[in-house]
Nanobody, 126 residues
Framework: QVQLVESGGGLVQAGGSLRLSCVASGRTLITYAMAWFRQAPGKEREFVAAISWNGISTYYAASVKGRFTISRDNAKNTVFLQMNSLKPDDTAVYLC???????????????????WGQGTQVTVSS
């Protein structure tokens, strides 16, 4: 059973930065795509960023492109989300997700991912 645990969330002023981490346990994820999604109160879960198993390909939602960077350290079974120039609209619970099929193409929809963390709260004040 794969477990994903996110950390790094918090309260930050607009224009500030945060770095989220997601550590996987239970199985190595070095051959699986991973992603970050977010969900604000009263809104649907939203794709934020994704990264291929080897870290070569990355994908971003239009709303975060140029401000957020996804990366991974396969030796540590960890994926990161560096968030810069944060805006109040970025306020949400951020969830880490992992695919369960090796080497599959990176997906931007939640249904492409089989394992989910509990999430970490990010609050951006204006």
């Amino acid at each position: 059973q794969v477990q994903l645990v996110e950390s790094g969330g918090g309260l930050v002023q607009a224009g500030g930065s945060l770095r989220l981490s997601c550590v996987a346990s239970g199985r190595t994820l070095i051959t699986y795509a991973m992603a970050w999604f977010r969900q604000a109160p009263g809104k649907e879960r939203e794709f934020v960023a994704a990264i291929s198993w080897n870290g070569i390909s990355t994908y971003y939602a239009a709303s975060v492109k140029g401000r957020f960077t996804i990366s991974r350290d396969n030796a540590k079974n960890t994926v990161f989300l560096q968030m810069n120039s944060l805006k109040p609209d970025d306020t949400a619970v951020y969830l880490c997700a992992a695919d369960a099929i090796s080497f599959r193409a990176v997906g931007r929809e939640a249904r492409s991912y089989d394992y989910w963390g509990q999430g970490t709260q990010v609050t951006v004040s204006s």
